[in-house]
């Protein structure tokens, strides 16, 4: 915060929310086109949602950090529990809460950094990992309009 002093809470808040722009399109960019074109275009898709619509519209936590994880997973990338609340604009308290479900559950887990002690890396399980594959690879079910008619 040192950094900060002398700036007024609105010119924070200012550069937190251009900061999220950025990540929110750079990640755009990571994901449009890559090997993971199902997961990285839902995540995509989420991004671009979210910065139409008013903020509070998608609250789905969960998913959120499920499919980070996910991608993740396919590029064979660590991902810390800080960055996992980062790339979905989740609060770390919010991650945390979410986090001990899903480790209780079965589908994530925590390892400590090897080289900082400070950091715990999350990542799914073989069951999370499943379950993702199965969400992903089965094909799409008609919606509930579509079978109406």
Known sequence: MGAFMGHDKSSISD???LLKKLQHD???LAVDGGPSIEVGGEIARRRRRERIFPSGYFAD???ELLTDLYEAHQHHQQISVTMLGLHGGVPLTTTLRYLDRMVADGFVERTPDKTDRRRIHVQLTERGIKAMD????QPAEPTRLHRAH
Do not use: H, S
Not at 134 to 137: E, S, T
């Open 15 to 17: 550069i937190i929310k």
């Open 61 to 63: 936590v969960a998913w």
């Open 134 to 137: 199965d969400v992903f690879r």
């Open 26 to 28: 750079l990640l755009d």
